[in-house]
């Protein structure tokens, strides 16, 4: 089936959030956090579900066409960019024990009031077994 207009409208605004956010090697992350939802154009009032398949399908495409990094860190920030215009979304990023050569497993998240997102798959974020380290309020400006 073949993606309606506002479907492909909030995939290029994913697309190019998570072109944006290939600059986590030389920006700071809550510079990042805090820029991102500026960016012009943003779709407001997005439905999380909707915002959620826009950034997973964009990333995965920028991943696949251009070999972009396509790590949970990523979709959290082109989600919560997406979302920035919702009361208590949250860029959430947390730890927990790794398996074999790596001691520390992270991830990144994000939680929308009661909601979390987890961006490894249908699993919440909390019942994976990471330990909130810090959490960045994502807002877009008013």
């Given at each position: 089936m073949a993606?309606?207009p506002r479907e492909l409208?909030?995939f290029?605004?994913?697309?190019?959030?998570?072109?944006r956010?290939?600059?986590?090697?030389?920006?700071?992350l809550p510079?990042l956090?805090?820029?991102?939802?500026?960016?012009?154009g943003?779709?407001?009032?997005?439905?999380p579900?909707?915002?959620?398949a826009?950034?997973?399908?964009?990333?995965s495409?920028?991943?696949?066409w251009?070999?972009w990094?396509g790590t949970?860190l990523v979709?959290?920030?082109?989600?919560s960019?997406?979302?920035?215009?919702?009361?208590?979304v949250?860029?959430v990023?947390?730890?927990?024990?790794?398996?074999?050569?790596?001691p520390i497993?992270g991830?990144?998240?994000?939680?929308?009031?009661d909601?979390?997102?987890s961006?490894?798959?249908?699993?919440?974020?909390?019942?994976?077994?990471?330990v909130?380290?810090?959490?960045?309020?994502?807002?877009a400006?008013r």
């Open positions: 993606p309606s409208v909030l290029f605004h994913a697309f190019r959030l998570a072109r956010a290939q600059a986590i090697d030389r920006t700071p510079r956090v805090d820029a991102l939802p500026r960016l012009s943003l779709p407001r009032g997005v439905a579900d909707a915002a959620l826009a950034t997973l399908r964009a990333v495409r920028g991943e696949r251009f070999g990094r949970c979709k959290a920030l082109v989600l960019s997406l979302l920035s215009d919702r009361e208590g949250e860029l990023i947390g730890i927990r024990k790794g398996e074999g050569a790596t497993d991830h990144a998240w994000v939680r929308v009031g909601r979390e997102f961006l490894l798959g249908p699993a919440e974020a909390a019942g994976e077994g990471y909130t380290m810090t959490s960045l309020a994502v807002s400006p």
